[in-house]
């Protein structure tokens, strides 16, 4: 069992293999008493202003503790996450972190608007986001229940996510997530190619970045 484990993990690509790897510690870490929620979440006060600048990071590993809700959400953002960055990010990794860390710079400015202290789902939402639009006539079996196309992927999991909390509340990280997975799209597929004819800062990673990961 462990060498299968490993093998699977193995496979995984190394920025949605490393993004697992974080979440799982952290929830285990709190679940372990080792940390509490408290020293996790994000505030604009508490990380600018008193210097506690490990929470702009921490808020997007934390999924909650384990549960079906953890487990909903780890398993929906891996499967699309690794998708993503097994096809359009093939060979691109530096391009795929440049996406998730500005979308991630667009969810700390939001956050204080929404009251959102955690941004692991919403950023978990960006690369599913962004997989549904680019797989446009996909079909997709959501729990060997019903089938739906990809773009409706994203609306189908925030009303389950809605479901499975009863509350709306729950589900208002997801949809931010859409929101900037929609504004991630739109620079990278829309904009850099009918209005700006080529790739700019929104949709290509850095040179430095590039070199950092290897990429030329």
């Known amino acids: 069992m462990p060498v299968g484990i490993e093998a699977w993990v193995t496979q995984i690509p190394p920025i949605t293999r490393g993004w697992l790897a974080l979440s799982v ?21 508490s990380t600018f202003i008193n ?7 921490t808020t ?3 999924f909650g503790p384990i549960s079906l809700d953890f487990v909903f959400h780890l398993f929906f953002f891996m499967r ?20 998730l860390f500005l979308s991630s710079i667009m969810l700390l400015t939001l956050s204080p608007l929404f009251n959102l202290p955690f941004l ?22 959501l729990f060997g229940l019903f089938t739906i196309t990809a773009p409706y992927l994203p609306v189908a999991l ?20 859409c ?8 620079m990278r597929d829309v904009w850099t190619r009918e209005m700006v004819g080529g790739k700019t800062v929104f949709s290509e990673a850095p040179v430095r ?6 990429e030329q």
């Not at 210097?51 to 990071?57: D, F, I, P, S, T």
């Not at 929101?179 to 739109?186: E, I, K, L, Q, R």
């Open 80 to 99: 699309y996450s690794r998708m993503l960055e097994e096809s359009s990010f093939a060979n691109h990794k530096a391009d795929y972190f440049w996406l």
């Open 25 to 45: 510690l952290t929830s285990l870490a709190v679940q372990c008493q080792l940390v509490t929620t408290l020293q996790l979440y994000y505030s604009p006060k």
């Open 179 to 186: 929101a900037v997975g929609h504004v991630g799209w739109f």
């Open 120 to 141: 692991s789902s919403s950023l978990a939402f960006v690369p599913i986001y962004l997989w549904s639009r680019r797989h446009p006539s996909t079909p997709i079996s």
């Open 51 to 57: 210097g506690q600048l490990w929470r702009a990071v």
């Open 60 to 62: 997007f590993f934390y």
């Open 209 to 214: 970045l590039r070199r950092l990961f290897g």
């Open 158 to 177: 925030v009303a389950f996510s809605w479901v499975l909390n009863g509350t709306w509340r729950a589900a208002a990280g997801d949809l931010v997530g």
